[in-house]
Protein backbone atom coordinates (compact mmCIF):
# COMPACT_ATOMS: atom_id res chain seq x y z
CA UNK A 1 0.00 0.00 0.00
CA UNK A 2 1.26 3.70 -0.78
CA UNK A 3 1.94 6.20 2.60
CA UNK A 4 -0.50 7.91 4.01
CA UNK A 5 1.49 10.95 3.47
CA UNK A 6 1.86 10.25 -0.56
CA UNK A 7 -1.92 9.26 -0.71
CA UNK A 8 -2.97 12.51 0.96
CA UNK A 9 -0.41 14.67 -1.57
CA UNK A 10 -2.31 13.20 -4.44
CA UNK A 11 -6.07 14.40 -2.45
CA UNK A 12 -6.30 17.69 -4.02
CA UNK A 13 -5.56 16.98 -7.49
CA UNK A 14 -8.98 14.67 -7.04
CA UNK A 15 -10.75 17.87 -6.84
CA UNK A 16 -9.07 20.41 -9.12
CA UNK A 17 -10.90 20.79 -12.68
CA UNK A 18 -7.72 19.11 -14.28
CA UNK A 19 -8.99 19.52 -17.65
CA UNK A 20 -10.45 23.09 -17.52
CA UNK A 21 -6.92 24.00 -15.99
CA UNK A 22 -4.89 21.81 -18.80
CA UNK A 23 -7.39 23.50 -21.84
CA UNK A 24 -6.40 27.29 -20.41
CA UNK A 25 -2.38 26.28 -19.62
CA UNK A 26 -2.57 25.04 -23.76
CA UNK A 27 -4.27 28.55 -24.21
CA UNK A 28 -1.51 30.03 -22.30
CA UNK A 29 1.40 28.17 -23.84
CA UNK A 30 -0.03 29.42 -27.18
CA UNK A 31 -0.22 32.86 -27.03
CA UNK A 32 2.38 34.79 -29.23
CA UNK A 33 1.60 37.84 -26.93
CA UNK A 34 5.36 39.44 -26.18
CA UNK A 35 3.85 40.51 -23.01
CA UNK A 36 3.42 37.26 -21.75
CA UNK A 37 6.30 35.19 -23.21
CA UNK A 38 8.80 37.87 -22.29
CA UNK A 39 8.38 37.41 -18.88
CA UNK A 40 7.07 33.72 -18.53
CA UNK A 41 9.91 31.93 -20.61
CA UNK A 42 13.21 33.61 -18.37
CA UNK A 43 10.82 32.77 -15.48
CA UNK A 44 10.88 29.52 -15.84
CA UNK A 45 14.11 28.78 -17.23
CA UNK A 46 14.93 30.19 -13.68
CA UNK A 47 12.75 28.32 -11.61
CA UNK A 48 13.51 24.69 -13.03
CA UNK A 49 17.27 25.11 -14.14
CA UNK A 50 16.77 24.60 -17.86
CA UNK A 51 20.03 24.43 -19.94
CA UNK A 52 19.63 26.80 -22.90
CA UNK A 53 23.38 26.28 -23.44
CA UNK A 54 22.15 23.20 -25.02
CA UNK A 55 19.38 24.51 -27.10
CA UNK A 56 19.93 25.42 -31.03
CA UNK A 57 18.43 28.78 -30.16
CA UNK A 58 19.73 29.65 -26.95
CA UNK A 59 18.05 33.32 -27.23
CA UNK A 60 15.06 33.50 -24.96
CA UNK A 61 13.11 36.38 -26.79
CA UNK A 62 13.56 34.08 -30.72
CA UNK A 63 10.70 31.81 -29.55
CA UNK A 64 7.24 33.27 -30.39
CA UNK A 65 5.35 31.15 -27.91
CA UNK A 66 6.03 29.15 -24.91
CA UNK A 67 5.29 26.13 -26.94
CA UNK A 68 8.03 26.83 -29.23
CA UNK A 69 10.57 26.67 -26.16
CA UNK A 70 9.29 24.17 -24.54
CA UNK A 71 9.66 21.81 -27.78
CA UNK A 72 13.01 23.49 -28.47
CA UNK A 73 15.23 21.64 -30.66
CA UNK A 74 19.03 21.05 -29.76
CA UNK A 75 22.43 21.69 -31.07
CA UNK A 76 23.79 19.11 -32.98
CA UNK A 77 26.34 16.72 -31.11
CA UNK A 78 24.58 17.24 -27.33
CA UNK A 79 22.65 13.98 -28.30
CA UNK A 80 24.97 11.63 -29.60
CA UNK A 81 23.32 8.18 -30.15
CA UNK A 82 25.89 5.49 -28.42
CA UNK A 83 26.33 1.99 -30.55
CA UNK A 84 23.47 -0.28 -28.91
CA UNK A 85 20.81 -1.80 -30.04
CA UNK A 86 18.13 0.29 -28.28
CA UNK A 87 18.75 3.75 -27.11
CA UNK A 88 17.02 6.03 -24.80
CA UNK A 89 14.69 7.65 -26.71
CA UNK A 90 13.58 11.01 -24.27
CA UNK A 91 15.59 13.18 -21.56
CA UNK A 92 14.22 12.21 -17.97
CA UNK A 93 14.27 9.71 -15.35
CA UNK A 94 13.54 6.19 -15.18
CA UNK A 95 10.82 5.58 -12.64
CA UNK A 96 10.57 1.75 -12.97
CA UNK A 97 11.81 -0.66 -15.46
CA UNK A 98 11.74 -4.46 -15.64
CA UNK A 99 9.44 -7.68 -16.29
CA UNK A 100 6.10 -7.52 -17.03
CA UNK A 101 4.23 -9.88 -14.57
CA UNK A 102 2.04 -12.00 -16.79
CA UNK A 103 -0.30 -8.39 -17.86
CA UNK A 104 0.41 -6.22 -14.82
CA UNK A 105 3.34 -3.26 -15.23
CA UNK A 106 4.60 -2.03 -11.91
CA UNK A 107 4.22 1.47 -11.34
CA UNK A 108 5.25 2.00 -7.47
CA UNK A 109 5.47 0.26 -4.36
CA UNK A 110 2.48 -1.10 -4.12
CA UNK A 111 0.60 0.03 -7.72
CA UNK A 112 0.72 -2.15 -10.98
CA UNK A 113 -1.82 -1.54 -14.05
CA UNK A 114 -2.45 -4.01 -16.55
CA UNK A 115 -1.36 -3.90 -20.20
CA UNK A 116 -4.51 -4.13 -21.48
CA UNK A 117 -6.06 -0.57 -19.73
CA UNK A 118 -2.88 1.09 -20.55
CA UNK A 119 -3.14 0.11 -24.34
CA UNK A 120 -6.56 1.12 -24.54
CA UNK A 121 -8.70 -2.25 -23.63
CA UNK A 122 -7.17 -4.28 -27.10
CA UNK A 123 -6.54 -7.49 -25.29
CA UNK A 124 -4.66 -8.96 -28.68
CA UNK A 125 -2.26 -5.75 -28.86
CA UNK A 126 -1.85 -6.31 -25.33
CA UNK A 127 -1.02 -10.00 -25.80
CA UNK A 128 2.09 -9.29 -27.74
CA UNK A 129 3.86 -7.53 -24.91
CA UNK A 130 2.48 -9.91 -22.08
CA UNK A 131 5.72 -11.37 -20.04
CA UNK A 132 7.45 -8.47 -21.63
CA UNK A 133 10.22 -6.03 -20.55
CA UNK A 134 9.21 -2.66 -19.87
CA UNK A 135 10.13 0.94 -18.55
CA UNK A 136 8.83 4.22 -17.55
CA UNK A 137 10.75 7.53 -18.03
CA UNK A 138 9.28 10.62 -16.38
CA UNK A 139 9.92 14.00 -18.07
CA UNK A 140 10.41 16.63 -15.48
CA UNK A 141 9.78 20.38 -16.27
CA UNK A 142 13.38 21.26 -17.09
CA UNK A 143 14.05 18.01 -19.60
CA UNK A 144 13.84 18.33 -23.25
CA UNK A 145 10.76 17.31 -24.83
CA UNK A 146 10.83 15.65 -28.16
CA UNK A 147 10.77 11.72 -28.32
CA UNK A 148 12.97 10.03 -30.47
CA UNK A 149 13.13 5.89 -31.62
CA UNK A 150 14.92 3.76 -29.24
CA UNK A 151 15.07 1.53 -32.95
CA UNK A 152 14.31 1.45 -36.12
CA UNK A 153 10.87 0.61 -36.53
CA UNK A 154 7.33 0.60 -38.82
CA UNK A 155 4.76 2.11 -37.09
CA UNK A 156 1.55 0.16 -37.25
CA UNK A 157 -0.81 1.30 -35.38
CA UNK A 158 -1.32 4.80 -33.13
CA UNK A 159 -4.55 5.26 -30.55
CA UNK A 160 -5.60 7.99 -28.79
CA UNK A 161 -7.02 6.92 -25.32
CA UNK A 162 -8.72 9.63 -23.13
CA UNK A 163 -8.63 9.79 -19.61
CA UNK A 164 -7.75 11.60 -16.19
CA UNK A 165 -5.27 14.37 -15.64
CA UNK A 166 -3.11 13.40 -12.87
CA UNK A 167 0.41 15.09 -12.68
CA UNK A 168 2.39 12.23 -13.35
CA UNK A 169 5.72 13.40 -10.83
CA UNK A 170 7.03 10.85 -8.32
CA UNK A 171 4.50 11.89 -5.63
CA UNK A 172 1.64 11.24 -7.74
CA UNK A 173 2.46 7.83 -9.23
CA UNK A 174 3.10 6.58 -5.79
CA UNK A 175 0.20 7.57 -4.99
CA UNK A 176 -2.76 6.96 -7.48
CA UNK A 177 -3.48 4.02 -8.48
CA UNK A 178 -3.46 2.85 -11.66
CA UNK A 179 -2.35 6.36 -13.17
CA UNK A 180 -0.39 5.23 -16.72
CA UNK A 181 -3.69 3.34 -17.54
CA UNK A 182 -5.76 5.98 -15.79
CA UNK A 183 -4.44 9.14 -17.40
CA UNK A 184 -5.08 10.35 -21.06
CA UNK A 185 -2.23 8.64 -23.57
CA UNK A 186 -1.51 8.62 -27.30
CA UNK A 187 0.02 4.78 -27.75
CA UNK A 188 1.92 4.50 -30.79
CA UNK A 189 3.06 0.44 -31.78
CA UNK A 190 5.42 -0.03 -34.43
CA UNK A 191 7.03 -3.26 -35.74
CA UNK A 192 10.63 -4.26 -35.74
CA UNK A 193 12.46 -6.45 -37.86
CA UNK A 194 15.19 -6.82 -34.73
CA UNK A 195 13.33 -6.56 -31.66
CA UNK A 196 9.23 -7.62 -32.92
CA UNK A 197 6.38 -5.45 -31.65
CA UNK A 198 7.26 -2.76 -28.79
CA UNK A 199 5.19 -0.06 -27.85
CA UNK A 200 5.71 4.01 -26.98
CA UNK A 201 3.11 5.27 -25.00
CA UNK A 202 3.02 8.93 -24.53
CA UNK A 203 1.09 9.83 -21.01
CA UNK A 204 -0.46 12.87 -20.82
CA UNK A 205 -0.59 15.09 -17.12
CA UNK A 206 -2.33 18.04 -15.71
CA UNK A 207 -1.31 21.26 -17.78
CA UNK A 208 -0.44 18.72 -20.90
CA UNK A 209 -1.95 20.87 -23.84
CA UNK A 210 -1.33 18.01 -25.76
CA UNK A 211 0.70 15.82 -27.21
CA UNK A 212 1.79 15.45 -31.34
CA UNK A 213 3.84 12.86 -33.41
CA UNK A 214 5.60 13.54 -36.83
CA UNK A 215 3.50 11.54 -39.13
CA UNK A 216 0.09 12.86 -37.66
CA UNK A 217 0.56 16.19 -36.35
CA UNK A 218 -1.62 17.47 -33.33
CA UNK A 219 -3.12 14.14 -31.70
CA UNK A 220 -4.99 16.15 -28.66
CA UNK A 221 -6.68 18.71 -28.78
CA UNK A 222 -9.67 17.83 -30.00
CA UNK A 223 -10.42 15.46 -27.13
CA UNK A 224 -13.91 13.63 -28.03
CA UNK A 225 -13.82 11.19 -24.97
CA UNK A 226 -14.10 8.00 -26.77
CA UNK A 227 -10.90 5.67 -27.82
CA UNK A 228 -9.49 6.79 -32.14
CA UNK A 229 -7.30 4.79 -33.44
CA UNK A 230 -5.64 5.07 -37.04
CA UNK A 231 -3.91 2.34 -38.81
CA UNK A 232 -0.86 2.51 -41.34
CA UNK A 233 -0.50 -0.82 -42.59
CA UNK A 234 -1.14 0.43 -45.56
CA UNK A 235 1.06 3.24 -45.62
CA UNK A 236 5.00 3.45 -44.96
CA UNK A 237 5.76 5.43 -41.57
CA UNK A 238 9.31 3.97 -40.82
CA UNK A 239 11.60 5.78 -38.89
CA UNK A 240 15.07 4.99 -37.88
CA UNK A 241 16.81 4.86 -34.67
CA UNK A 242 17.25 8.42 -33.14
CA UNK A 243 14.89 10.33 -35.14
CA UNK A 244 12.19 12.59 -33.37
CA UNK A 245 8.70 10.42 -33.51
CA UNK A 246 6.68 13.16 -31.35
CA UNK A 247 7.25 15.58 -28.65
CA UNK A 248 4.95 16.69 -25.31
CA UNK A 249 3.50 20.26 -25.52
CA UNK A 250 4.27 20.50 -21.69
CA UNK A 251 5.63 17.58 -20.03
CA UNK A 252 5.07 14.03 -19.31
CA UNK A 253 5.83 10.30 -19.19
CA UNK A 254 6.91 7.66 -21.47
CA UNK A 255 5.87 3.85 -20.93
CA UNK A 256 8.28 1.64 -23.24
CA UNK A 257 6.87 -1.65 -23.84
CA UNK A 258 8.86 -5.00 -25.59
CA UNK A 259 7.76 -8.63 -26.38
CA UNK A 260 8.95 -11.36 -24.12
CA UNK A 261 12.15 -12.80 -24.90
CA UNK A 262 12.88 -9.46 -26.97
CA UNK A 263 15.26 -6.93 -25.30
CA UNK A 264 17.53 -7.25 -21.74
CA UNK A 265 17.61 -3.71 -20.00
CA UNK A 266 20.92 -2.47 -18.98
CA UNK A 267 22.07 -2.77 -15.52
CA UNK A 268 21.83 0.45 -14.57
CA UNK A 269 18.72 1.32 -15.90
CA UNK A 270 16.99 1.39 -12.12
CA UNK A 271 14.45 3.80 -10.64
CA UNK A 272 15.47 7.31 -10.16
CA UNK A 273 18.54 7.74 -12.35
CA UNK A 274 18.80 10.16 -15.02
CA UNK A 275 19.02 9.29 -18.37
CA UNK A 276 19.57 11.43 -21.37
CA UNK A 277 18.11 10.61 -25.32
CA UNK A 278 20.57 8.76 -27.14
CA UNK A 279 22.24 6.60 -24.00
CA UNK A 280 22.52 3.34 -24.18
CA UNK A 281 19.02 1.45 -23.18
CA UNK A 282 18.81 -1.92 -23.82
CA UNK A 283 20.22 -5.19 -25.45
CA UNK A 284 18.37 -7.25 -27.60
CA UNK A 285 17.80 -10.91 -26.42
CA UNK A 286 20.17 -13.66 -27.11
CA UNK A 287 18.12 -15.46 -29.58
CA UNK A 288 17.65 -20.08 -28.47
Known amino acids: ?27 CAASRARAWT ?28 FNDFFTR ?21 VSQCGAIEGDRILQAKGHSYSVRALVGGDPGL ?45 TTARGVPGLFAR ?12 HGTFVLALVGATIVGSMATVWHGLV ?3 RPGVVREWRYEDRSVSLRQGEEMGRF ?5 VVLLFAKGAVRFRDNWIPGRAVRMGEAMADASPKP
Open 1 to 27: MPDLSDRLAVLPQYLLPKKLMTEFAGW
Open 38 to 65: SRVIPWFIARYGVNMAEAADPCVASYAC
Open 73 to 93: TLRDGVRPLAVADLVCPVDGA
Open 126 to 170: AAQVEQGEFATVYLSPKDYHRIHMPCDGRLVRMIHVPGDLFSVNP
Open 183 to 194: NERVVCVFESSA
Open 220 to 222: NPP
Open 249 to 253: LLGST
